[in-house]
């Protein structure tokens, strides 16, 4: 028996036993596709954008700094457009516990859509930080189709790539979350429900340096397993590591191999790796004739705007980083020492909780 094999045991048995699992998902598990992730220090996104200028990585997603300079993230979007990625094996093993009736959820930070178009049905998905399925105006919230954007974001000659509202002019962007915006009501929603009832957390490709995020490990119950296959040991996992931690520091799809493997799915991996590969190519030659039918088409019928609105209803805690969320729990403490300036502080605080 490998290493690995025995690290997993636990893990292989949790799932034998009936637990369903619930996921935690980062940019991670999608870098075997080709999709950078964001702060590894030499292949990272934030590690390789001296192009851009920005006064910090970070500002790229940043929606006080999309308004001043949106630029810079239309000229990263175009490259991190879905559409032309395959999912990784890490995501064919999702659809696998779907079909095994083991799959409870999928939380993920990812914006590249990859968990569906590996098969996960929508109602498992909690896509935490938004996608490219939608886009609107940041100042009036009329919705553009998805068409209309990426023919706006291609046609360099206007507007140097960056689509505008045909209302009010005002910039348009996908319902990705920056930092600085509210996550979707989905994830607070569902997590209510979902924190008393995980049975397995499977985290995975994740830093866990993003907030409100990063904290759903902690809030699973003590007795549940926790398991993190990731490069590197983050987060909860190195501050209050539990007894019944697994802790896998591996490729993301060396341990989805291994437990494919160990718990005897292989053939329906191989078959459902074809189906998706079958699919993807059928797709993509269905979109290239769409492209060349569009390049003929009159510009009235391409200047046609999508008036759908969208149904997400956004709350009041933001994304924030780590830093952010750093500087938010230092305030916190000298709040709790200083009983004198109580009141005041506690005033401050609740201007800064998430
Ligand atoms: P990060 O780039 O912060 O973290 C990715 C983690 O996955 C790191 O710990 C890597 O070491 C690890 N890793 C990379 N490839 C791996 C592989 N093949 N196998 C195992 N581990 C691997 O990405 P996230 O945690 O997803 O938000 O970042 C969180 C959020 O920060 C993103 O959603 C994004 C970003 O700012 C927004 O843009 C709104």
């Known amino acids: 028996?490998?290493?690995?094999?025995?690290?997993?045991?636990?893990?292989?048995?949790?799932?034998?036993?009936?637990?369903?699992?619930?996921?935690?998902?980062?940019?991670?598990?999608?870098?075997s596709c080709?999709?950078?992730?964001f702060r590894s220090p030499k292949t990272g996104l934030y590690a390789n954008l001296k192009r851009l200028n920005l006064p910090y990585p970070e500002a790229v997603f940043d929606i006080d700094y999309?308004?001043?300079?949106?630029?810079?993230?239309?000229?990263?979007?175009?490259?991190?457009?879905?559409?032309?990625?395959?999912?990784?094996?890490?995501?064919?093993?999702?659809?696998?516990?779907?079909?095994?009736?083991?799959?409870?959820?999928?939380?993920?930070?990812?914006?590249d859509t990859l968990e569906g178009i590996a098969g996960v049905h929508d109602e498992y998905v909690v896509a935490a930080h938004g996608s490219f399925a939608s886009n609107h105006c940041i100042e009036c919230s009329e919705a553009m189709s998805t068409t209309k954007l990426k023919q706006l974001m291609t046609d360099?000659?206007?507007?140097?790539?960056?689509?505008?509202?045909?209302?009010?002019?005002?910039?348009?962007?996908?319902?990705?979350?920056?930092?600085?915006?509210?996550?979707?009501s989905r994830f607070f929603d569902l997590w209510d429900e979902d924190a008393e009832n995980v049975e397995l957390a499977i985290v995975a490709g994740t830093s866990l340096s993003v907030y409100p995020f990063a904290s759903l490990p902690l809030e699973v119950g003590k007795s549940v397993p926790r398991v993190l296959v990731n490069n590197e040991i983050v987060g909860d996992f190195t501050t209050n590591k539990r007894k019944n931690d697994v802790i896998l520091k591996h490729d993301c799809d060396t341990v989805a191999s291994a437990l494919i493997k160990a718990l005897g799915w292989e053939d329906d991996f191989d078959a459902q790796v074809k189906e998706i590969e079958q699919r993807f190519e059928k797709n993509s030659k269905v979109l290239e004739k769409a492209d060349d039918s569009k390049a003929s088409e009159s510009s009235d019928t391409a200047k046609k705007i999508d008036q759908q609105q969208s149904e997400e209803e956004l709350l009041s805690r933001d994304l924030v980083s780590e830093a952010e969320k750093a500087q938010q729990q230092e305030q916190l403490s000298a709040a709790e020492e200083s009983e004198k300036l109580a009141d005041k502080i506690e005033k401050q605080m609740e201007g800064l909780r998430l």
């Open 156 to 184: 360099k000659d206007t507007n140097e790539g960056i689509p505008k509202c045909a209302s009010c002019d005002g910039l348009v962007k996908p319902d990705i979350v920056f930092f600085g915006e509210a996550l979707p």
């Open 66 to 111: 999309f308004k001043e300079d949106p630029k810079a993230f239309y000229t990263l979007c175009e490259e991190l457009y879905p559409g032309k990625f395959l999912p990784s094996k890490f995501h064919h093993m999702l659809k696998l516990f779907q079909d095994k009736k083991l799959l409870h959820r999928v939380y993920t930070q990812n914006i």
């Open 1 to 31: 028996m490998s290493s690995l094999e025995k690290q997993i045991a636990p893990v292989v048995k949790a799932i034998k036993d009936g637990r369903k699992a619930t996921f935690f998902l980062g940019a991670g598990v999608s870098t």
């Open 34 to 37: 080709g999709i950078p992730d």
